[in-house]
């Protein structure tokens, strides 16, 4: 059986069907294609279970590839090794089970341009892919630029009946700020390449081979701002968080549920990998720091998502209200912090997948997200109102489900963190993200979908068997970690 484990095939599987796709021998037709893109998901995913069924945390899975016996860049120490551990393993499942959600909903929303859109979908997944398992810092970085290219037109192509114009300023909008983001994390990546080099005499960009601690701190501390800049775009944290509302708005839903439930763990992950791990003794000066900036994510955005009137903007703001937490747990700098973040990551990823796949239906039926132009479509859409009514519970925190598990376990480790009173004190102060993402949610629920029936909304029909698949399939997992979450915790 272990002759089957090669993260390499993992990361080449969605890879070399993308070009397939985009080859001229494919053939046109959007339901070939589509299908061809849920077969390729869902082996993934039964090849990620298969990897998890195998998998043992104390001896991860490395894979390491040569060419003709040489390194990638032998010279600079720079290989292709990847690298899958407890928590890579956690997001790569993960990811695919998102993607095969994402390339399962795109039937109602995608139009135009299946072969390209879908030929993008498993680009983004392998690069994606190639980030959470990455074991060399310019590996990473090359699937962390990689990624920008498929998720550009993803956001900003004409693929389904939400595109309007603003969809490619929102895309070059992502580019711009990730780009910026990018060439800061470079930086930090080349200082702390060669200051390893300078201090240990061996050349190697591998994680496992780095070691900040005979860096002068000073140089420690610039090199970790540097990483928290750069993922600090991508996770966002604010002030660096405005390209995500509208590019989270603009962009086809499945696209969406891609870039909350995914995208933006990537920020997250950099800051666990970089910062938290390699460079822990700056992080822990930092991150008092950090926690102030999270307290903001977390109330701030969650004032504005109450004042939005497009429900796609309120799950938007929402999500980075939420990233806040994941980054709350990170600066607790402690084991139940770490088991938190991750545990927070998947939960939040189910959470805005199923809000957005809601938002997505309601426009496909209703051909509007503005609230005020919504309103008593739960007597012809039951079986939305009742995933809908679900999923908005689960988002606000309710018992078994799974946020509140990660919500408790975040305050519990921020109040008995040692990284100072700051921590203890937003802590507290973030126990009222309860009460406002009940307002914003409570808001979503009531103005979409009670109220009076509409004469204009009386000929829409209630979800088809496959969106009842996707959110039935969100649902059950947001209950299964909500009653079980040793599942996930004991791998992380």
Known sequence: MEMLISIPILILIPMLASFLIMSPMFTNNEISVRRFTKSICSIHLLYSVLLLIMFNPEHPYISKISFFGFDW??????????????????????????FLLAAISSKIHIRKNPKFYYSMLLLLMSAVLGIFTANDMFVFFMFWELE????????????????????????????????????????????????????????????????????????????????????????????????????????????????????????????????????????ILIAPILVVFALINIIYTAFVAFAQTDIKRIVAYSSISNMGLILLGLCAFNKLGLNASVFHMVAHALITSGLFMICGIIYVRCKTRDINSLGGIATKM????????????????????????????????????????????????SLPLLVL????????????????????FSKINDISVHEFIVLGAILVWLVVLGIFPSILLGVI
């Not at 860049?73 to 695919?96: A, N, R």
């Not at 780009?179 to 080099?197: D, E, R």
Request: proline share 4%; net charge neutral; hydrophobic share 55%.
């Open 148 to 283: 920008i290219v498929p998720a550009y037109f993803l956001i900003g192509g004409n693929f389904s009946l939400e595109w309007t114009s603003e969809a490619k300023k929102s895309a070059v909008k992502f580019v711009l700020f990730t780009f910026f983001g990018s060439m800061i994390m470079l930086l930090g990546i080349l200082l702390l390449h060669y200051y390893n080099y300078f201090s240990t005499q061996i050349l190697s960009a591998s994680f496992d081979s780095i070691s900040a601690g005979g860096l002068p701190f000073a140089i420690q501390l610039f090199i970790s701002i540097c990483f928290i800049i750069g993922f600090g775009v991508k996770l966002p944290i604010i002030p660096l968080h405005s390209w995500l509302p509208d590019a989270h708005t603009n962009a086809p839903t499945p696209v969406s549920m891609v870039l909350s439930g995914i995208l933006l763990k990537t920020g997250a992950y950099g800051i666990l990998r970089f910062n938290y791990q390699m460079m822990h003794d700056a992080f």
């Open 437 to 456: 993402s009940s307002c914003y949610m409570l808001k979503f629920l009531h103005c979409a979908f009670m109220g009076d029936q509409q004469d204009k």
């Open 73 to 98: 860049i032998e010279s600079l120490g720079v290989q292709f090794i990847f690298k899958l551990d407890s928590i890579s393993m956690i997001l790569t499942l993960l990811t695919s089970f998102i």
């Open 382 to 429: 039951p079986n939305l109102f009742g995933f809908a009514t679900l999923i908005i519970l689960a988002s606000v925190g309710i018992p078994l489900f799974a946020p509140f598990i990660s919500e408790i376990l975040t305050i519990i480790s921020a109040m008995f963190s040692e990284m100072g009173m700051i921590t203890k004190a937003v802590s507290i102060l």
